[in-house]
């Protein structure tokens, strides 16, 4: 085959970068795990949290979460009479070592565990430029590291403020559901650690998971439903003043 | 026919055009990697890539498949639906290689307050203590068992 010099200086580039995605192989995936077959949210009950702060260190360590961010943190809520629609909220270092104690007061307290909804239209899987959000067939949204090129408009768009450039690799970063965990068919490490059972993974794809039952039989709520994201992370008696 | 006459620079520069497309064909084909669009804008494999994250807490039933000890003991009690990494954090590697890898004994000073310390903001059911005059400062497994804090466990409550 003769080539010109020119051909030849367009094609190495373009042949180094196939090249390498060669090298790079495709990763094992769990053999019995159909993404088909899922559709994954999960339910936060907020009766149920205490705010030791569990799911937020587990998730740090086990998703490697780089120190100052979060892929879930914890807020606190007060709420008074005098502060109906604009409550008290802290969140110390995410609650990762829980909350200065409360005094017994006529307010109210709560807490409320944050983290990615994984929204069925979700705003950020939209705003990308260069389609390395997105959401998976099963439902989690998640980031392509590799294809990232850490401009932010997704951490903009976000309602909820669950995403974050990551300070070292200068990518979005957000929470995967534990992708890694739950395609193998465990639950992910928040719920792993909770230990009053105020997160539970859900499959909504699953007819026999609980949650079908629970959303008939409760007042259950999704963060800013009038953004019409669809949300998949649903919270069980939440409190009106929660933003 | 005049109107043709000078159309050669036209069909030079439509060849160019041509050619300069194929070119985009050729290097896009290269550049674009092969997963990409084989679900959705996005290239397929980054899915199986986040699959592959190595796991750390290695889950409940993998610690009881060997500690069924401790489950019979916590099943009763209190915390039978507390895991155990709740506490003892994560365990995937001791799960790996048990011999080599020993979780690190708890500090119960830290570890029981994260939870039970009184604090008008937690829910009202939920059993809470102010430590320093609960036990003034005595460590809490002095009366309480961890895995089963409850009536019958021994201890004092």
């Known amino acids: 085959m003769n080539m010109s010099r020119r051909q030849i200086l367009i094609l190495l580039p373009a042949a180094a970068v196939a090249w390498k995605s060669v090298l790079a192989g495709t990763p094992e995936t769990s053999p019995n795990y159909r993404m088909t077959d899922h559709w994954w949210g999960m339910l936060i009950d907020i009766p149920k949290c205490i705010g030791c702060g569990n799911c937020v260190r587990a998730c740090q360590a086990e998703n490697d979460v780089p120190e100052g961010n979060f892929r879930t943190w914890v807020e606190r809520y007060h709420v008074t009479d005098e502060n109906m629609t604009n409550p008290e909220v802290i969140s110390p270092d995410g609650g990762k070592e829980g909350f200065p104690v409360a005094k017994e007061d006529e307010g109210k307290y709560f807490f409320v565990p944050k983290l990615c909804n994984h929204c069925a239209d979700s705003p950020c899987t939209q705003v990308c430029p260069v389609g390395a959000t997105f959401i998976s067939p099963d439902g989690v949204v998640l980031i392509d590291p590799t294809y990232c090129l850490g401009c932010a408009y997704c951490v903009q768009a976000c309602p909820y403020g669950c995403r974050y450039i990551h300070p070292e690799k200068k990518v979005a970063d957000k929470c995967t559901l534990c992708y890694h965990r739950i395609t193998q068919g465990l639950t992910t490490a928040c719920c792993e650690a909770c230990p009053t059972g105020a997160r539970q993974l859900a499959d909504l794809k699953n007819p026999k998971d609980p949650i079908h039952e629970f959303l008939k039989t409760h007042s259950v709520q999704v963060l800013k439903p009038q953004m019409a994201t669809g949300a998949k992370v649903f919270y069980n008696d939440l409190d009106g003043s929660v933003r | ?157």
Request: glycine share 8%; net charge neutral; aromatic share 8%.
């Open chain 2, 1 to 157: 026919m005049s109107v043709f006459k000078d159309a050669g620079h036209l069909f030079r520069f439509a060849g160019l055009f041509v050619l300069a497309f194929l070119v985009f064909l050729v290097v896009r084909h290269y550049i674009v990697p092969k997963s990409f669009g084989e679900y959705g804008h996005y290239r397929g494999a980054a899915i199986g890539e986040i699959a592959a994250h190595p796991i750390k807490y290695a889950g409940h039933e993998t610690c009881e498949a060997c500690h069924s000890d401790v489950l019979d003991v916590k099943k009763n009690g209190k915390h039978a639906h507390v895991n155990c990494e709740a506490c003892h954090g994560p365990q995937a590697k001791h799960a790996d290689d048990p011999a080599s890898v020993q979780p690190a004994k708890l500090d119960t000073a830290i570890l029981c307050v994260r939870c039970h310390e009184a604090s008008a903001a937690r829910p009202k059911g939920f059993p809470q203590v102010a430590s320093a005059d609960h036990s003034n400062g005595i460590a809490c497994e002095t009366c309480h068992t961890p895995h089963s804090p409850g009536l019958d466990a021994g201890g004092a409550k």
